[in-house]
């Protein structure tokens, strides 16, 4: 059974720093690997898709590894601002065709002025 | 930017009553389904929902739960008798799909949050 693991469980930066944010999963037979955004109360924003073939995927100040092999993603975020505060959720696709998703806990972000 | 959208945004309801939670995927997708959040808990995959019947179903989705396609754009979610332990955020969620190279990125919607009492 797959099982999906983020730290650091919370986060708390100030405004301007790089950081990364770290999944990990149990099973590496995985279709793709999901990053997500959640703000309290609202829903999930897909941020980046990797697919199983790729190392890593990029938009804007975000950039997005895999390495499946040993069941490791990273979520690094550039210059950080404070609209970035949120829980960051990663999740991972499995290796059929229907795209059930098993997510990690998150790692819940504030980045302060 | 198509979106993914839900109703109701939150309902309150009383144990042993029949729930319907609504979503109307994007348009040119394929495959639906349903998540749930309960409060500080992991996301967890409910159901999906492909050429108009149920391809796969977690543990969590037993005989209380349905789901329907009942026209072209609505997907609808059926709790048949609530219970306490039902209280949580549900999320709607689609994809093109993930055959013949389609990317099978899931877009969700803002959630339907169900509180029973």
């Known amino acids: 059974k797959q099982e999906v693991t983020q730290i650091p469980a919370a986060l708390s930066v100030p405004e301007g720093e790089n950081l990364v944010l770290n999944c990990s999963f149990t099973?590496?037979?995985?279709?793709?690997l999901q990053w997500f955004r959640q703000d309290p109360g609202k829903g999930l924003t897909s941020l980046l898709l990797i697919q199983s073939s790729q190392r890593e995927q990029t938009s804007g100040r975000l950039n997005a590894s895999l390495d499946k092999s040993s069941g490791r993603s990273t979520l690094y975020i550039a210059a950080s601002q404070p609209g970035d505060s949120a829980t960051y959720l990663c999740?991972?696709?499995?290796?059929?065709?229907?795209?059930?998703?098993?997510f990690g806990t998150g790692t819940r972000l504030l980045v302060s002025p | 930017e198509p979106e993914v959208t839900q109703t109701p945004s939150h309902q309150v309801t009383q144990m042993g009553q029949e729930v319907i939670l609504r979503c109307v995927p994007i348009s040119n997708h394929l495959y639906f389904y349903w998540y749930r959040q309960i409060l500080g808990q992991k996301v967890e995959f409910l159901v999906s929902f492909y050429n108009n019947e149920i391809s796969e179903k977690s543990e969590i989705f037993d005989d209380q739960f349905s789901v329907e396609r009942p026209d072209g754009s609505n997907f609808t979610l059926k709790i048949r008798s609530t219970k306490l332990e039902d209280s949580a955020m549900y999320f709607c969620a689609s994809s093109v799909g993930t055959l013949a190279g389609i990317t099978g990125e899931l877009f969700f919607g803002e959630g339907s949050r169900l509180t029973v009492l």
């Open positions: 099973d590496s037979a995985i279709y793709n």
């Open positions: 999740a991972v696709g499995g290796n059929t065709g229907f795209q059930k998703l098993v």
